[in-house]
């Protein structure tokens, strides 16, 4: 049926032209039905029972006017077909009954219709109460469309903030590992005074780690420990030359030079707001600090000697006994951990002590491995990826 073919009633254009579904076995209720959309300015498709206004879902409608009594697929049934389909079930349902009892009407919004009109129908009622659910479709269309925009562009918004915060992300990510590797420079420096090498600074750290995860450590904490103990000797920068690389015994004021190392490394780092290098000073001050209290430069006991400096007291002596010196070669793990017993509980935290047997095997493994160069990429993936916290 052409649109415009009969003249409209005055007033009752629809201001919501529209693609509409007329569908009624009875052809004379079917035709007034769609003859009186065609006036209101709506393009009409019509459909003699519900299997083929199932069909003609396909051609989009955007409004569906449906008798109710209908032979084999009810008008029930085509709502309810209508609501499962996946492109028409928000299509307002118009439904033309004879019926007008409250289980009737329950049983049609239950199905999902929207509105009725009573038979034989009223031009002006069809009219309003069309009108009224195009309205609202018009409504809930846009309301749609400018909710898909708003998620573009809230999507978009994310998009951009994802990438903004992977850059800086990334650019902390460098600043953190040229802090690192600042320090390590500075470290191996202070190292090399005393004879000592980069592979030394790298040993220390994974020792530690190593010990900090076997006293339960979370990860993140193990590798903090890990970059933060190479640290403890960087005062022996500070250390006159003559001092530090005397070949023989120290005199007690030489002595006293010395010993003050954890000191001048603690007055190094103490300035910095940055997490490892906080703890790298505790560790640098502390990691002369002996269980019995017997060390220097504070003479603190057990539990006043940070967790962290205990881990690097053990370490450090265990790989100073296993390296060569110039007054001596490198002693054998067995008289090293024979030593190192006998000082449990006098020297070293007993746990701390027990923890580093428990894993001697993997300190072993990093004494035999790190010896120059670079880590070995199997070692410099433990305890996380080798990139320093937050990497």
């Known amino acids: 049926m052409s649109a415009g073919r009969t003249p409209r009633p005055l007033g009752l254009e629809s201001r919501y032209a529209a693609h509409v579904l007329v569908v009624d076995d009875e052809e004379s209720s079917r035709t007034a039905l769609a003859r009186a959309m065609e006036r209101f300015g709506h393009r009409v498709e019509v459909a003699a029972d519900g299997i083929e206004a199932v069909a003609k879902l396909r051609l989009h409608p955007e409004l569906i006017v449906l008798d109710a009594d209908m032979p084999g697929m ?29 289980e009737d009407r329950i049983r049609a919004y239950e199905a999902g219709v929207n509105d009725f009109i009573q038979k034989p129908f009223d031009v002006l009622e069809l009219h309003l109460r069309t009108e ?4 609202l479709k018009r409504a809930f269309d846009r309301l749609a ?3 898909a925009m708003l998620e573009e562009a809230v999507e978009a918004r994310v998009r951009d903030l994802r990438h903004t915060l992977e850059e800086l992300g990334e650019a902390h990510r460098k600043i953190y ?23 030394h600074v790298d040993r220390i750290g994974y020792y530690a780690e190593i010990v900090g995860r076997a006293l339960g450590l979370a990860p993140r904490e193990a590798e903090l420990l890990r970059h933060a103990s190479p640290m403890h000797d960087i005062g022996k920068i500070g250390i006159p ?35 490892v290098l906080r703890l790298g000073r505790v560790i640098a001050l502390q990691h002369h600090e002996l269980w019995d209290g017997s060390g220097y430069p504070q003479g603190l006991r057990e539990d006043e000697i940070a967790l962290e400096a205990r881990v690097c007291a053990v370490v450090d002596v265990f790989d100073a006994l296993t390296s060569d010196r110039r007054y001596r070669a490198a002693l054998a793990y067995d008289e090293v951990y024979r030593m190192m017993k006998g000082l449990r509980g006098i020297h070293f935290d007993p746990e701390v ?11 072993e493994s990093v004494r035999r491995d790190v010896r120059a160069g670079p880590v070995p990429e199997h070692l410099a993936m433990v305890g996380g990826d080798g990139g320093g916290h937050g990497a």
């Open 353 to 363: 002590l027990d923890a580093f047997f428990d894993v001697r095997d993997e300190i």
């Open 177 to 199: 590992r040229a802090h690192l590797e600042t320090v390590r420079a500075l470290v191996i420096a202070a190292e090399f005074k005393d004879g000592e090498t980069a592979a």
């Open 145 to 147: 469309r400018e909710r």
């Open 74 to 102: 009810d008008g029930y049934d085509v709502a309810r077909a209508v609501r499962r389909d996946e492109e028409a079930f928000d299509v307002p349902i118009v439904m033309v009954t004879g019926l007008d009892g409250v």
């Open 241 to 275: 030359d003559r001092v530090l690389l005397k070949p023989g015994p120290l005199t007690p004021e030489e002595r006293g030079i010395i010993e003050r190392h954890p000191e001048i490394g603690a007055r190094i780092l103490e300035e910095s707001q940055a997490e």
């Open 132 to 135: 009224a659910q195009l309205r």
